[in-house]
């Protein structure tokens, strides 16, 4: 086993060697092409009248209701408004377009008051009907405008909500216009958290007439994105950035703080930093956690934290006949040295438990679980028991992309490999595009094991644990279904009573630990980093944030 971790630990050396060579040849900003930039100059490069973001990817598209990655939520969040947001560096509810929001007396409807004389980026009206028009396109499989044929998935409600309309799972039961300014959510149960799950970034509103308009085409690049919020998008060069624009007529007086806010798209944790350093991006998020020390060590820098709210898991396939197996699946996550692993990628910003959902949420959690302990002797024993002595072949797939919970994803999962094949499992490692990855692993065979995290959408045990074992959510798993998780999800959807949720959510707690089947990795404390210059950011425990009140001076 030594030899094992040696290998994985000798991988990690090699990457911080290709840091060191990448920042010390990036004293001087990259060349830029002018003729790609929207203003005819270099904003990218340090552009005094732009705002520069360093984003970890490009993101899958702008069409809200229709992703899953931090990417395109991150840029989402400054085209868009949701009905509700949270306030700054917190998971607390806070009105936006809509003002004030209450409960029927059973629970079961969710009337919604709307901020009045707002207008989408096209001079069209923002009212009840386009809450209602959006709200359906997510939910409704028929939807003449929802676009299924060309691909539209609208997977994150899937996941959320439980099913679409006319799914027996599905929670919403009907979205009503009362009147102009008011619309009203209901429910085939009652549904204690849907104010914070439809605050999550996911669910922007967007300008109907824009999507009956742009079509198939909406939200991808080289066409249109329309909300209400502090930026109009510009320019999305694919590939390279994302240019938006002032919003001049944005509801909240005096926002944003800046004229011009451009996404860079820099896959590369080392590639941002060095571009950070040298005045080519003003701020930028998801960094490695060694390059702690030297954001430290740089004057002209501000570490920025974002506060712990996500896991990293390794997801694995129930139909892959070994992995069908609960006592398999078992042994893989006894075959991880999850704490070393951890604390060689990690550090000081990395937690190892075998909680899905994270610390803040303790509460929550079963209080008896008790861990995977390492023990690879135990762990080939339990191959060999279950009917494979000599292991077997398993493809690994890994994100092409740094995520707060996977900041340097191909070591890691070469980490996991080398654990694995010590106990062996022969294991083959595989990537794709991010939008492919994210699409793929729910496709039809799916992915044997794969990489994923969670950042959490708003602050309750529900979306952790509802968007990945709830009724849909469990696709990329494969043929695993449990009906008593799903009532005990259900049954904590419908309690208002905070004490009464928690042992349910600690039985789920507990079932899930002995399922193995999103194996914990680690629960991380996200690294930013910005200019010394750049005011008013204030990162959401939630994983994005809007930028109005993000100036440089």
């Given at each position: ?33 002018n ?16 705002l ?60 919604f ?27 409704d ?40 300014y ?33 079509g ?28 938006l ?85 078992q ?11 951890v ?32 023990n ?7 191959l ?29 999962a ?14 083959k490692?595989?990537?794709?595009d ?35 074992f ?24 419908k ?24 194996i ?34």
């Amino acid at each position: 086993m030594l030899r094992q971790l040696k290998r994985w630990r000798t991988a990690l050396l090699v990457l911080v060697a290709a840091m060191t060579v990448v920042l010390t040849n990036c004293g001087a900003p990259p060349a830029t092409d002018n003729a790609s930039s929207p203003t005819g100059s270099p904003a990218a490069a340090g552009d005094q009248t732009a705002l520069v973001f360093g984003l970890g990817g490009q993101p899958a598209n702008l069409e809200p209701g229709n992703i899953e990655d931090g990417n395109s939520i991150y840029a989402q969040q400054q085209i868009y408004n949701r009905l509700i947001d949270n306030a700054p560096g917190s998971t607390d509810l806070v009105p936006s377009l809509a003002t004030e929001w209450t409960a029927s007396e059973d629970g079961r409807t969710w009337t919604f008051k709307l901020r009045e004389g707002v207008q989408f980026h096209d001079g069209t009206d923002f009212n009840a009907e386009a809450v209602k028009y959006n709200v359906e396109r997510w939910w409704d499989p028929n939807h003449p405008e929802g676009y299924r044929n060309a691909g539209r998935t609208y997977t994150v409600w899937q996941s959320l909500f439980g099913g679409y309309k006319g799914d027996e799972a599905s929670a919403l039961s009907a979205v009503n216009v009362v009147d102009d300014y008011t619309v009203e959510f209901v429910f085939n149960e009652p549904f204690a958290a849907f104010p914070a799950a439809i605050s999550s970034g996911y669910f922007g509103i967007a300008s109907p007439t824009a999507i009956q308009e742009a079509g198939t085409d909406y939200g991808i690049s080289g066409s249109v994105a329309v909300g209400t919020g502090p930026y109009v998008l510009q320019e999305w060069i694919s590939g390279d950035r994302i240019v938006l624009q002032k919003n001049p007529n944005y509801w909240e007086q005096g926002l944003p703080k800046e004229e011009q806010l451009v996404f860079r798209f820099i896959s590369e944790p080392a590639a941002r930093v060095a571009e950070l350093r040298s005045g080519s991006i003003d701020f930028t998020i998801d960094l490695a956690p060694d390059q702690l020390n030297e954001l430290k060590s740089d004057t002209n820098l501000a570490t920025v934290y974002r506060p712990s709210f996500n896991v990293g898991y390794l997801g694995l396939n129930t139909s892959y006949e070994p992995l069908s197996k609960v006592e398999v699946r078992q042994a893989i996550a006894k075959a991880i040295n999850r704490p070393e692993i951890v604390q060689a990628f990690w550090g000081e910003l990395g937690k190892v438990d075998s909680h899905f959902i994270p610390e803040s949420l303790a509460d929550f959690r079963a209080k008896d679980l008790g861990d995977y302990e390492y023990n690879p002797e135990q762990a080939k024993q339990m191959l060999a028991d279950a009917g494979y002595p000599n292991g077997f072949d398993l493809e690994l797939w890994y994100m092409p992309v740094s995520r707060p919970y996977f900041p340097t994803p191909k070591p890691i999962a070469e980490a996991f490999a080398a654990d694995l094949s010590a106990i062996g499992i022969r294991v083959k490692l595989n990537t794709k595009d991010w939008a492919a990855y994210l699409d793929d692993r729910n496709k039809e065979p799916g992915y044997q094991a794969f990489m994923l995290g969670w950042t959490g959408d708003y602050g309750d045990p529900d979306n952790f644990y509802y968007a990945h074992f709830g009724p849909g959510a469990t696709r990329d798993i494969g043929s695993w279904q449990d009906s008593k998780v799903f009532q005990l999800l259900n049954d904590a959807r419908k309690v208002g009573d905070e004490a009464e949720r928690i042992p349910l959510y600690a039985e789920v707690d507990k079932i899930l630990f002995e399922q193995a089947l999103r194996i914990p990795i680690v629960h991380s404390q996200p690294l930013n980093a910005a200019r010394s210059n750049i005011n008013g950011w204030e990162p959401s425990p939630l994983g994005s944030e809007s930028f109005e009140q993000v100036e440089k001076t």
